[in-house]
C-alpha cells in the first residue's frame, strides 16, 4: 500500500527559513514524481512543482519559480519543499502528491505552514 | 501554459440528482485529466484518472468523459456525502495545473 506522510506544523516568522518534508513508503517509487500543492485559506488548489525521484529532475509552476525550492532525497524517498525568506502570505495548507503511474496523486495529510509575528 | 477552466463555479441539486461538471483546456491535453473530490478540511482525494478510470474504491455513480479539450464530471444520483468542492487537474505535462473548483451544494 502506497503511504505518503509528511512532516508537521509549522509556526514561522517573516522572514524565517523552512524546510518541509513527504516520505513515500509502500512501494517503489522509481519512476514516480513527487509534487507539492498549495491551498491557502477558503482558496482552490495549486499546483506549485514536481521533482522526479530518479533523477531529481524538477520543474515549476510559473507561479512559484524562485519563489521556493522543491527537492529530493532518493536513499529515503523522501521530497522537500523550502522557503528561504516566508512570508505572511505563505501561511497555506501544503500538500504533498506522489504520482505513480497510472495514478496522479498519492496524497499527504497536508502540512500547515502559518507565518505570523 | 495550458488553462484549466471548470464550470460552473458552484451548483445546487437535490438528492438523487444528475450533476454534470465541465472541465474545459485551453489546449489538448489527450486523456491526461485528473477529478478529484474535497470535503472541508479533508485531504483532496481522487476520483478518476485518465480522464474516464474510476479510482478503486470510488462509488460507481461517478464516471468521467472526454479527451482533448473538453472533459465531464457526472454524477449520476447525488448523495447528501457527495457535498464538496471538486477539481480537474491536468497531468500530461508540467505543469499539471487544476481548475478553479466546483462547490457542490444539496438543495
Known amino acids: 500500500e502506497v503511504q505518503v506522510v509528511q512532516s508537521g506544523a509549522e509556526l514561522k516568522k517573516p522572514g524565517e527559513s523552512l524546510k518541509i518534508s513527504c516520505k513515500g513508503s509502500g512501494y517503489s517509487f522509481s519512476h514516480s514524481w513527487f509534487g507539492w500543492v498549495r491551498q491557502m485559506p477558503g482558496k482552490g488548489l495549486e499546483w506549485m512543482g514536481m521533482?522526479?525521484?530518479?533523477?531529481?529532475?524538477?520543474r515549476y509552476s510559473p507561479t512559484f519559480k524562485g519563489q521556493v525550492t522543491i527537492s529530493v532525497d532518493k536513499s529515503i524517498t523522501t521530497a522537500y519543499l523550502q522557503w528561504s525568506s516566508l512570508k505572511a502570505s505563505d501561511t497555506a495548507m501544503y500538500y504533498c502528491?506522489?504520482?505513480?503511474?497510472?495514478?496522479?496523486?498519492?496524497w499527504g495529510q497536508g502540512t500547515q505552514v502559518t507565518v505570523a509575528s | 501554459d495550458i488553462q484549466m477552466t471548470q464550470f460552473p463555479s458552484s451548483l445546487s441539486a437535490s438528492v438523487g440528482d444528475r450533476v454534470t461538471i465541465t472541465c474545459r483546456a485551453s489546449q489538448g491535453i489527450s486523456s491526461y485529466l485528473a477529478w478529484y473530490q474535497q470535503k472541508p478540511g479533508k485531504v483532496p482525494n481522487l476520483l478518476i484518472y485518465g480522464a474516464s478510470t474510476l479510482q478503486s474504491g470510488v462509488p460507481s455513480r461517478f464516471s468521467g468523459s472526454g479527451s482533448g479539450t473538453d472533459f465531464t464530471l457526472t454524477i449520476s444520483s447525488l448523495q447528501p456525502e457527495d457535498v464538496a468542492t471538486y477539481y480537474c487537474?491536468?497531468?500530461?505535462?508540467?505543469?499539471?495545473?487544476f481548475g478553479q473548483g466546483t462547490r457542490v451544494e444539496i438543495k
Open positions: 502528491a506522489v504520482s505513480v503511474a497510472p495514478i496522479p496523486g498519492y
Open positions: 487537474q491536468k497531468t500530461n505535462s508540467a505543469p499539471w495545473t
Open positions: 521533482v522526479y525521484l530518479d533523477d531529481s529532475d524538477t
